[in-house]
């Protein structure tokens, strides 16, 4: 497998992990056409004495990137990524639909070997995520490689994360 490959699982199952833990399905599927990772809201309800869960309807998705440090810069709390200007289209061509579409940026350490480490005690995955959703006033862009985001640090994918972008984005 590649590096971008191996970075692209890994972003994968570290979103994965924090949906499962708050109680949300996930799926993904191939060829994506730019959806990496759909998050749905389960909830149940009381039938014959016994929960019934179901979807409800609600869901989100996700465009997922993975870098490293060294291709992000960091200036006070403000992360800079240059994401794909087609990418960053699709975000934004999307962001006023039914369905719009967050970005999840994963960012790993420089060193590979510092990537995951396993013990009998615990998984540890390094560094972390954030999640970028274009404000009002973003216009598409005309550039063909890349267009500069910049991602607040408050931005960082924790355990509630999910429950917050389901309060504002579904």
């Not at 191996?6 to 949906?19: T, W």
């Not at 979807?55 to 992360?79: C, H, M, P, W, Y």
């Not at 960053?88 to 061509?93: K, S």
Request: with cysteine; glycine share 2%; aromatic share 12%.
């Amino acid at each position: 497998m590649t590096e971008e490959h191996i970075k692209e699982a890994l972003s994968l199952r570290y979103i994965e992990l924090v949906a499962a833990f708050n109680g949300y399905k996930t799926s993904s599927s191939y060829p994506d056409y730019g959806t990496d990772l759909e998050i749905k809201e389960v909830d149940f309800r009381i039938e014959n004495q016994h929960n019934r869960y179901l979807e409800t309807g609600r869901e989100l998705k996700f465009q997922l990137k993975a870098t490293t440090e060294n291709s992000i810069v960091v200036e006070d709390e403000i992360i800079k990524y240059d994401l794909n200007s087609s990418t960053y289209n699709d975000i934004l061509t999307r962001k006023n639909t039914k369905s719009p579409l967050i970005l999840i940026l994963f960012v790993l350490p420089s060193d590979k070997t510092n990537w995951l480490n396993i013990s009998d005690n615990e998984l540890i995955t390094r560094k972390c995520a954030y999640w970028f959703f274009p404000d009002k006033t973003e216009l598409l862009t005309a550039n063909s490689a890349t267009k500069r985001i910049s991602i607040n640090k408050n931005n960082f994918i924790s355990n509630e994360t999910l429950n917050q972008l389901f309060d504002n984005y579904s």
